[in-house]
């Protein structure tokens, strides 16, 4: 009989301290419940931001690169004008475009430009040269603005990452961080070209719409 009792009263202190252990909050492991990724980054926020940047870019380039078919056939590069075909219709991707596409026409177009510039320093337009120069003009405004903002925008994201060695932060961020790096070099390099085809529109007297004022202006504004 005693050793009945002994038995319940052990049972009845078990479920006692048991049903305590439960009620007190645990300490929570650092990491857990977190956004996916480590510390204060807020992975998925930065996704989202990273597919609107990737979208904004790629539409900027795609405008650049259209107004510089404009240039090359003024120019009267044909072949150069052609070639940059196939990297606008990748761009037309948009928000899909993966990042091998983006960084190719960030190369074809940076090396495009300085082509154009060499070009410029030298060339002088015919009435119909200034016709097909001046239908440039438009797209490379408001592609040139596009990417001032969302190369701004990346320089500034990208630097909230500078130190994480996260790996799945890296993956999963990798088009942003692509961004961020190469911004500053791609909008001193159209900065500059701004400048150039301003000139130029001036040696050869050719208008510029407000779009192509609009990016002088945000290019004489830039500060990185």
């Known amino acids: ?26 300490p929570k492991v650092p990491g857990i419940g977190k956004k996916s990724g480590g ?24 405008n650049i690169m259209k107004s510089q078919v404009k240039f090359a056939e ?8 052609d070639g940059l075909q196939k990297d606008i219709d990748n761009m037309n991707a948009g928000e899909a475009t993966p990042k091998k596409d983006l960084k190719s026409a960030v190369k074809v177009s940076t090396d495009t430009q300085v082509a154009l510039n060499k070009e410029m320093e030298q060339a002088t337009l015919d009435a119909e040269g200034k016709i097909k120069f001046a239908e440039g003009l438009p797209p490379y405004g408001a ?10 925008e990346s320089i500034k ?55 192509f004022s609009d990016a002088t202006s945000a290019a004489q504004g830039l500060e990185l």
């Open 157 to 211: 994201l990208f630097k909230s990452l500078k130190g994480t060695k996260d790996l799945t932060i890296i993956r999963k961020l990798g088009n942003l961080i692509y961004l961020g790096k190469t911004a500053p070099s791609l909008l001193s390099t159209f900065s500059s070209a701004t400048s150039t085809i301003s000139a130029f529109n001036s040696k050869n007297g050719i208008e510029e719409p407000k779009a």
């Open 39 to 62: 510390g204060d980054i807020d992975v998925d926020a930065l996704a989202d931001q990273q597919s609107a940047l990737v979208k904004n870019m790629s539409s900027a380039l795609s």
């Open 143 to 152: 592609g040139s603005i596009n990417m001032i903002g969302a190369g701004m």
């Open 1 to 26: 009989m005693n050793k009945i009792i002994s038995i319940i009263i052990s049972v009845f202190i078990f479920a006692f301290f048991t049903s305590v252990s439960f009620s007190i909050d645990m």
């Open 74 to 81: 003024a120019l009267g590069k044909k072949d150069l004008a």
